[in-house]
């Protein structure tokens, strides 16, 4: 397949901290480093939390430099303090109940199709969460990257790639 008509997959405009195409942040609920987050929230044009990743970011900001553009999710995971800290400051949170859906596909339906998709967090801690992630990875269709504590990843489709 000719270069032009290839996909190409890189987290570098990511790891920079400046972007030339579309990404939206989506922050799951485990933890995550901050010079990753920080890079990352440059990067990105909409930032959402995932539930309990509000948590997650609420954790390492202790600065107040990171705000979300919607907190989403049955809320459930989502600790009282951390919720009224976000309304306080106007951050949208929505509650949604649909229980045959995770946070993190609430979250998706969000993001318009042409943003590709960077989650921080999802390859560690439950086993149940990282099966989830790499799920999500396989089945959608797509451009989604996986920042992690200590790895990355996405899934390549079976077309010309260049990494």
């Not at 919607?70 to 400051?89: E, M, T």
């Not at 989604?144 to 504590?149: A, E, N, R, S």
Request: charged fraction near 30%; glycine fraction near 4%; include cysteine.
């Amino acid at each position: 397949m000719p270069p032009h008509l290839a996909r190409t997959w890189t987290c570098e405009e990511l790891l920079r901290g400046h972007a030339t195409k579309k990404y939206a942040l989506i922050i799951v609920n485990q933890p995550i480093r901050k010079d990753v987050l920080q890079r990352a929230w440059q990067a990105v044009d909409i930032k959402l939390c995932a539930d309990g990743g509000a948590n997650r970011l609420f954790d390492v900001d202790h600065e107040n430099q990171y705000l979300p553009d919607l907190i989403k999710g049955d809320l459930d995971s989502l600790r009282p303090d951390v919720q009224a800290h976000y309304a306080s400051l106007k951050v949208p949170i929505k509650k949604d109940m649909d229980e045959y859906s995770t946070d993190l596909m609430k979250c998706i339906q969000e993001v318009p199709e042409d943003y590709a998709l960077v989650l921080l967090g999802g390859l560690s801690g439950r086993v149940d969460q990282t099966v989830h992630t790499m799920s999500m990875l396989h089945k959608m269709e797509r451009e989604i990257y996986v920042l992690d504590k200590e790895s990355m990843a996405w899934v390549l489709r079976p077309v010309s790639k260049f990494i």
